[in-house]
């Protein structure tokens, strides 16, 4: 394969999961369409997840989001990848913030450099891991036709520590039909691009495609306009997911801005649950429909498109430490990228300092695993400042933990949440235990003053948000 920098490969990188799910949220209403659009709907098996995932995390929910250059069926003649072995060429990670006001996709560069796991085989075999490959080449492990969605999941899973709670997997055909039945999407082109710059091997300049300005764009030419890469911005795969990004801003936006409107709103269902493949928990129409329900409240001035922090590794592209990391931090923190706590309904503070925060009954055990001594009695001193009942402290047996983590068992989530706004950047998860149980890491010894919310590199200066004019900022292309 080629790399980030070298001979394009043409195929779409754009998904439409949330669209989509608006659109549930609008036909909820209509009882006959379920029928219809249930037997549209594939799931992949569920048996190919990893047995070694992350815990669920204190609020919010998890949503990886691929596209698909399946060259199958109604895709071939819309210019997918080579070959009969399905690949992913755009996925993106979707945070529903647990105020379910917010959300943010996080875009992963198909060419990242990053390890996979051990992933099941259609023969039922497992494979060894690998280490430091391309991201996309999870999607091809088993050489299914249809992709190894699992696979990727596993993977997005150990990159990141975030338990996905839904994948979905979307491809060429169903995107073209899904632009065309909204009536096209608004776009906006720095120059004027040539069929040459789609394909640079056509050895020459070839027809004008796309005129400079603002235009509608849909079917084979919003294809063409989320594959392009040559002679438009700034000639990178980098490049091209930030105009990927405002285009699924821009298909969203036309999507709510049209209401209720059964002509338009069939086929567009139609198109989106055919071109769908997703995991047993988003099976159904009643089961996307309660996915959609958690994104009604969220205004699009809140639904932010980041990338995750990266910088070139020849033709691949490496993950830049610790902005990646302080990111996903973050979003298990339930912390939107300006820094705000979005773990609760109404929330609009960021972490906040010791003194501010309110332990009121809640109770708490803390854990050092770490050598350092005296560590669970200065943390179980800041949560009693702040309000908080301390049960107990001690020292775990392995003193070797790199993170902290808190653990909460049933009903206890809203305070595992509380109790992560006293240590930024824990990861928090449910367990089979009683109460809350925080285990202080390395990160809390040689930070325990709790510093402030990361703010990765780049990160929220390059977020864009869904209501973003298109012609606002012309760098993406």
Not at 147 to 161: D, F, S, Y
Request: with cysteine; aromatic share 6%.
């Amino acid at each position: 394969m080629t790399g980030t920098r070298g001979r394009p490969r043409h195929r779409v990188r754009i998904v439409t999961v949330v669209a989509v799910s608006f659109l549930l949220l609008l036909v909820a209403g209509a009882g006959w369409v379920y029928l219809r659009l249930n037997g549209n709907i594939s799931t992949f098996d569920a048996d190919g997840l990893s047995k070694d995932r992350p815990g669920a995390g204190a609020a919010g929910q998890n949503v990886l989001v691929i596209g698909s250059d399946s060259r199958s069926g109604d895709n071939a003649s819309l210019g997918g990848g080579e070959g009969d072995v399905g690949r992913s060429d755009t996925a993106f990670l979707l945070h529903v913030y647990g105020d379910r006001e917010h959300a943010v996709a996080v875009s992963i560069p198909r060419d990242t450099l990053v390890d996979i796991p051990s992933c099941r085989l259609p023969d039922g075999g497992w494979t060894n891991e690998q280490q430091h490959v391309m991201f996309n080449s999870a999607f091809t492990v088993g050489g299914s036709p249809k992709g190894n969605p699992a696979c990727t999941q596993n993977t997005v899973e150990r990159l990141t520590g975030l338990r996905v709670d839904h994948t979905v997997v979307v491809d060429f055909a169903g995107f073209s039909a899904m632009t065309s039945a909204v009536g096209g999407v608004d776009v906006c082109v720095p120059k004027d691009v040539y069929r040459g710059d789609l394909n640079p091997n056509l050895g020459s300049r070839g027809d004008l495609i796309f005129h400079q300005g603002r235009q509608t764009v849909s079917g084979q030419k919003a294809l063409d306009y989320v594959r392009v890469r040559h002679g438009i911005g700034d000639g990178s795969d980098i490049g091209r997911i930030q105009r990927q990004q405002a285009f699924l801003s821009s298909l969203i936006k036309k999507v709510r801005s049209q209401g209720f409107k059964p002509t338009t709103l069939l086929p567009l269902a139609d198109a989106a649950t055919k071109s769908m493949t997703v995991d047993p928990g988003l099976g159904s129409a009643d089961k996307m429909l309660s996915f959609a329900m958690s994104l009604k409240n969220i205004d699009l001035h809140d639904m932010k498109f980041v990338t995750l922090p990266w910088r070139y590794d020849g033709d691949r592209v490496a993950i830049v430490q610790p902005d990646a990391d302080a990111l996903w931090a973050s979003i298990r923190a339930d912390r939107t990228i300006d820094g705000k706590d979005a773990g609760r309904k109404g929330a609009g503070s960021g972490p906040s300092p010791s003194g501010s925060v309110s332990g009121a009954g809640v109770k708490v055990s803390v854990r050092n695993g770490t050598t350092v001594d005296g560590l669970a009695a200065r943390a179980a001193a800041s949560l009693k400042s702040s309000g908080f009942e301390v049960l107990d402290t001690a020292t775990v047996g392995s003193q070797d933990e790199s993170g902290t983590v808190i653990e909460f068992g049933s009903g206890e989530a809203g305070n595992a949440r509380t109790v992560a706004r006293l240590f930024p950047g824990a990861f928090v998860r449910g367990a089979d235990i009683s109460g809350v149980v925080i285990t202080l890491g390395r990160d809390y010894a040689d930070a325990p003053s709790s510093p402030p919310s990361p703010s990765p590199s780049g990160t929220p200066s390059g977020a864009r948000s869904a209501d973003d004019d298109p012609c606002a900022n012309l760098s993406y292309g």
